[in-house]
T-cell receptor
């Protein structure tokens, strides 16, 4: 059973370009979470999605950022018109559908560098 | 304000020695507390999860304790190995919420 997969692992974009980060959850997991880790800081929650639904996007900037988790295919975190401050590691985690507290399994992250 | 603070920020110990990492949190209402290990360039990996009713939980050489009254947790590593070199992150979740609150981690370096 493959773990959470993210690609690309490293992404370089110029200011103003778009960045697309992909996350394939573990098999059988229908919940996906995106986190951002700025240098020297802890991970910060961005968004929580289930298949075809955004459940909680309270941690995601209102502008330029969007996320989706379609019925088929990976979850996508999209950043439009990137700025230098978007440079960070973006981690995706997934969990199985269950009540109560749940384990989140993290992917290896995508390191975005904006030049 | 929901916060998770960890100490020390960094720690260097000799291989074979024990160490204890600290976590204080102000997250409320509290649901559970997790310790993760994050190797450089990798995603976090769960070590332990504890609910408010649990005082201690072990995973091999890792033992986590929780005092829900004082809102403190510790992670004790016994007989450290070079492979223990990593960041150890304390993570707290709210009751009924989906997001996790992460500490900034303790960077542990084990030297031979």
């Amino acid at each position: 059973n493959a773990g959470v997969m993210q690609n690309p692992r490293h992404l370089v974009r110029r200011r103003g370009q778009e960045a697309r980060l992909r996350c394939s959850p573990m098999k059988g997991h229908s919940h996906v979470y995106w986190y951002r880790q700025l240098p020297e800081e802890g991970l910060k929650f961005m968004v929580y999605l289930q298949k075809e639904n955004i459940i909680d996007e309270s941690g995601m900037p209102k502008e330029r950022f969007s996320a989706e988790f379609p019925k088929e295919g990976p979850s996508i975190l999209r950043i439009q018109q990137v700025v230098r401050g978007d440079s960070a590691a973006y981690f995706c985690a997934s969990s199985p559908p269950s009540r109560g507290f749940y384990e989140q399994y993290f992917g290896p992250g995508t390191r975005l560098t904006v030049t | 304000k929901n916060q998770v603070e960890q100490s020390p920020q960094s720690l260097i110990i000799l291989e074979g020695k024990n160490c204890t990492l600290q976590c204080n949190y102000t997250v409320s209402p509290f649901s559970n507390l997790r310790w993760y290990k994050q190797d450089t360039g990798r995603g976090p990996v769960s070590l332990t999860i504890m609910t408010f009713s649990e005082n201690t939980k072990s995973n091999g050489r890792y033992t986590a304790t929780l005092d829900a009254d004082t809102k403190q947790s510790s992670l004790h590593i016994t007989a450290s190995q070079l492979s223990d070199s990593a960041s150890y992150i304390c993570v707290v979740s709210l009751t009924g919420a989906n997001n996790l609150f992460f500490g900034t981690g303790t960077r542990l370096t084990v030297i031979p």
